[in-house]
């Protein structure tokens, strides 16, 4: 247990459906982020929040919109998915952002696009 | 930006015998260097981490050297056991203005034999 918790650990929904991911982080860190892992691909950082505050947005299509409501919680709302968009959805956070800052993985949530 | 890349894809060794994992990086300003462990179903775990100020860093049966000339840092696992069976990834990052970016290597297989 990494004391990162996402919910759903599975997901297949429909490209017209919209539905949201869920992290949460019991160690008291002050950021969080968003990865995806897609098969024989490298992790993909998607979002950054430090304090509440968005710090990153790479270049994410807006069918993904993170809301971070406080520094313990996060989710990826998702709508409207095509079906490129199946992969491991992974959340994590750190005490801080920072180099060196030790990154704190869930488990991921397995999305199915259909 | 950053561009890592990461060898072999897969790797099977015997138990009892080292592996080597590889990683090239492109930004010559890449001060951070940790490397992840991504068991089956679970989100990646840092093991070992080095940074560009020193060459090699060992923890237990773990090592990372770091050829900043070369721009190309491994990983050594020595006296491999089944549980090191995983997904092992390298990652490259800058510090830029406080913001944490890691450039992940596309991650290499590794299978011990019993």
């Known amino acids: 247990e990494t004391g990162v918790t996402q919910t759903p650990r599975h997901l297949v929904m429909g490209m017209t459906n919209k539905k949201s991911l869920k992290c949460e982080q019991h160690l008291g860190h002050n950021a969080m982020y968003w990865y995806k892992q897609s098969a024989k691909k490298p992790l993909e950082l998607m979002f950054v929040?430090?304090?509440?505050?968005?710090?990153e947005n790479n270049s994410v299509p807006s069918r993904f919109s993170p809301e971070c409501p406080n520094s313990s919680h996060l989710f990826l709302h998702l709508h409207t998915l095509q079906p490129e968009d199946s992969a491991l959805y992974l959340c994590a956070s750190s005490q801080v952002i920072g180099v060196g800052t030790e990154a704190f993985f869930g488990q991921g949530t397995r999305l199915t696009v259909v | 930006g950053e561009n890592v890349e990461q060898h072999p894809s897969t790797l099977s060794v015997q138990e009892g015998d080292s592996a080597v994992i590889k990683c090239t990086y492109s930004d010559s300003a890449s001060n951070y260097f940790p490397w992840y462990k991504q068991e089956l179903g679970k989100g990646p775990q840092l093991i070992i981490d080095?940074?560009?100020?020193?060459g090699e860093k060992k923890d237990q049966r773990i090592a990372v050297t770091l050829n900043k000339t070369a721009k190309h840092f491994s990983l050594h696992i020595t006296e491999t056991q089944p549980e090191d069976s995983a997904v092992y990834f390298c990652a490259a990052t800058l510090s830029n203005f406080g913001n944490e970016k890691l450039t992940f290597g596309t991650g290499t297989r590794l299978t011990i034999i019993p």
């Open positions: 080095i940074r560009s100020n020193v």
């Open positions: 929040y430090s304090l509440e505050e968005r710090v």
